[in-house]
């Protein structure tokens, strides 16, 4: 079974800092991790996506890097920006057949 | 190019209802997804569809049940619905269903199901 937890749960900072997001989760076989920005009441909208063989992977002022034998993945944000502000969410895939599990996420708040 | 869409937007029923959500893939998707999540929690796998074919179950009981058809799109449907069915219902479209490194998951912005 995969679970998925992500620390903190929840993240206020000022506008311009660089910040961490940490997702850890139990079932190391994955072939791939993504990581999702939800605005509230919204639906997901994709970030990154890590393959297995990779272990970073670079979008704009987002960095994700993948850890499979410790079961590890973090979102690194620079520059923080008031509209930065939303749910992160990482999801490995399950077992079986199931695309994605995701934890509850990391509510991010960047104050102007 | 059109990304995931979900209709409709809002829907409210009452308890013993049975309601339907229809979402249409992202052009050259082949698979179909379902989350449902509720309130302040994350989303959680219902069904994923792969070329009309359902390729995976979460742990839901028998009143959801889904279909894809011959354009991709799909449907979720959901029997006798109970307080607790009241969520955010997600879609999400993929070109595979499988186990593949480069099958990247996106969403539609959702249906939210209110049951009275």
């Known amino acids: 079974k995969q679970e998925v937890t992500q620390i903190p749960a929840a993240l206020s900072v000022p506008e311009g800092e660089n910040l961490v997001l940490n997702c850890s989760f139990t079932d190391s076989a994955i072939y791939n991790l993504q990581w999702f920005r939800q605005d509230p009441g919204k639906g997901l909208t994709s970030l990154l996506l890590?393959?297995?063989?990779?272990r970073e992977q670079t979008s704009g002022r987002l960095n994700a890097s993948l850890d499979k034998s410790s079961g590890r993945s973090t979102l690194y944000i620079a520059a923080s920006q008031p509209g930065d502000s939303a749910t992160y969410l990482c999801a490995p895939p399950g077992p079986g057949n199931t695309p994605l599990v995701f934890g509850k996420g990391t509510r991010l708040s960047v104050i102007a | 190019d059109a990304g995931v869409t979900q209709s409709p937007t809002h829907l409210i029923k009452t308890r013993g209802q049975h309601v339907t959500l229809r979402c249409s893939p992202i052009?050259?998707?082949?698979?179909v997804s379902w989350y449902q999540q509720v309130l302040g929690q994350g989303p959680q796998f219902i069904f994923q569809?792969?070329?009309?074919?359902?390729?995976g179950r979460g742990n839901f009981p028998d009143r959801f049940s889904a279909r894809q058809f011959p354009n991709y799109s799909s449907e979720l449907n959901v029997n006798a619905l109970l307080l607790g069915d009241s969520a955010l219902y997600l879609c999400?479209?993929?070109?595979?269903?499988?186990?593949?490194?480069?099958?990247?998951?996106?969403f539609g912005p959702g249906t939210r199901l209110t049951v009275l």
């Open positions: 999400a479209s993929s070109l595979f269903g499988g186990k593949s490194s480069y099958n990247e998951q996106f």
């Open positions: 569809y792969y070329e009309k074919e359902e390729r």
């Open positions: 052009s050259g998707h082949k698979s």
């Open positions: 890590i393959q297995s063989s990779q």
